[in-house]
């Protein structure tokens, strides 16, 4: 690159749970700048974890952040081209990546649920997940099942 990179910006932690990952989780989910909408969605979903998870002692938070751990991954496949072939070369991925990933999945696959409110179908999602199971934890597992057929590949890694 020919200019220096970028600083990296520091996120403020969220006002209710004094965590930085739930304000990116919050500013993944915020539609057209309306970020006091998303922290309402986020909270609420919370508390309908809570509600639906009150026969645990796992305080909704950490279902959330586990629900992210599960629905993280590990590697990934990446098209490289070599001698006129493409192949699916499987590369480990950086930690900021992981995060963003799965966060992403997470939003994308609660959405894609049906249900009345996009706290709902989150709710859902995060429980699903939780479980190791939902939408977001399938492609997880279809990324790896993918870099796992892909191995033969690895030599190619750039």
Known sequence: MRKTKPK??????????????VTRFVNDLMK???????????????????????????APLDVWKKALENVTPQVEVKSRRVGGANFQVPMEIRNERKVAISIKNLILYAAKRSGKSMADKLAAEIVAAFNQEGGAYK?????HRMAEANRAFAHFRF
């Open 8 to 21: 990296k910006r520091h996120l403020l932690p969220d006002p209710r749970f004094n965590d930085v990952l």
């Open 32 to 58: 057209d700048g309306k970020k006091s909408i998303a922290y309402t969605i986020f909270y609420d979903t919370l508390d309908l974890v809570g509600k639906r998870m009150k026969n645990d002692e796992v």
């Open 139 to 143: 492609k997880k597992e279809d990324t």
